[in-house]
């Protein structure tokens, strides 16, 4: 059993240790979900994982396990063995399974903050779910599993897990209480608790399901092919133009900013602070040429705007996004909407709940600008005259969106881009570009470019 389940955990595309040495080392069944029909069993497991270098990590596995093998559910299964309760099992990925799926909604519904062993379930009333609702599971490289509930509700299953608050549900909360119009409503969430030694585990989240939405990347995409199609014409010309969607984000991220510093602290930060903020930014960077040489070519230019941050005085930070970028936007027909307010997943939750300045959400969404006519250009397949042309238009767009989308956060905001906010705005877009080169060095080495790109010309 535990080789059948090292390997599918070894597959899945939420598994974040692929390329490195690992082994299974404990796995625990912490809770079931009620009133299960006779022949099923849904539990939900939590596998430690452990790494030759000692890191560990723990996961989280529903598990819906049948007395009978379950055609419809071949390609979600993840073995079969004899179980102390129920003799032979066939076991699944419970997630991929609508029986498992429409009980686990049911204990949603059951009861308002109902507590099944060590598992609590909590609603946040006003809306009513649609029990009859079919799920299906989102397909895509997601770090979670996220299951929609016809068009009704969506359910965020995080995978990798740690004891703790998970910024993603303290986010939603804050924001739906605070009657954000920019976030899909939080109507739920699951924790394990263990009282024993006093730590909760926050395991899975139940939404506003935002069916009609079109994700942001997308849309900017097909607004650059818009304008490559147009050769004599400019980005402001064309039917595709992006600049106003990119303002109408600009408002939505103040908006958004401004709820979170009004329900989370707000705090002054020190010469100090951004002493260490630059120190960790260059660390970051050493770390980089290591497995990026090409940096190297740019590796004074970066130093010199990290240790611009020294000359400033201090700086406020709060509640931010932490890995904004235009896959976490969707436009819906009433906006803007931003998601996945989970921080960057390499870094430990405790670490993702910190504040932060906004310009680190700000840079994000400028280098989804720069990223998008990038991408399109590198698939564009286009002969050397072309490309030159190409390239142009690239930086058109970028600049045309960029502008747009800073002057209206500005203006929201109240406030303009000083001299400060530009040091601090151009140090975490370095420090932005940095992370890309080592996440496209190792995910996707043919879009290595852009960010370096993004760095000019060598010095
Ligand atoms: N409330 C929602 N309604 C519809 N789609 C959503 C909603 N929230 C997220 N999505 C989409 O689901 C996918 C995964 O969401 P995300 O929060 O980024 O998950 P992960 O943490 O797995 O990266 C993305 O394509 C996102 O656009
Ligand atoms: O969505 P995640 O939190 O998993 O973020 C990671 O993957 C992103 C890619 O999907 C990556 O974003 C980079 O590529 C995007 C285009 O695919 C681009 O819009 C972003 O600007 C660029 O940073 C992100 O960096 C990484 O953390």
Redesign the pocket.
Known sequence: MNEEISAWIGEAR?FAGKGREWTLTSQRRVGELPDPPEGLRVAIELAEVTYADGDTELYQLPLASYTEPQERLAHALVGEWDDDDLGRVWVYDALHDREAMALWLRAFDAAANATRGLLHFHRIPGHELDLEAHSTL?S???????V?FGDDA?M?V??KVTPGVNP?IAIHHVLTEAGSTH??ALYGWLDLVDEDTDTTIQLAML?????T?S?GWDLALASVRNLFAEADLHADEVGGDFAGEAARLGVALAEVHADLAGHFPVEQRDAAALDALASAMEGRLDAALQVVPALADHEAGLRQTFDRLRALDGVEVQQVHGDLHL????RTAKGW?I????GE?AKPLAVRLEPDSVWRDVAGMIRSFDYAPRVVALTAGADTAEAEQIAYRATEWAARNRQAFLESYSAQRGTGLDEAASVLLDAYLADKVVYEAVYEARNRPGWLSIPLAALGDPA
Do not use: M
Not at 140 to 145: A, L, M, T
Not at 207 to 211: E, I, P, S, V
């Open positions: 939420w989102f895509g490289e997601q770090s979670n599993s996220s929609a969506l965020k995080f995978r993603d976030v899909a939404q506003q399901f935002l069916r939405a994700d896959g976490q936007t969707l909407k998601v996945d307010f989970e997943p």
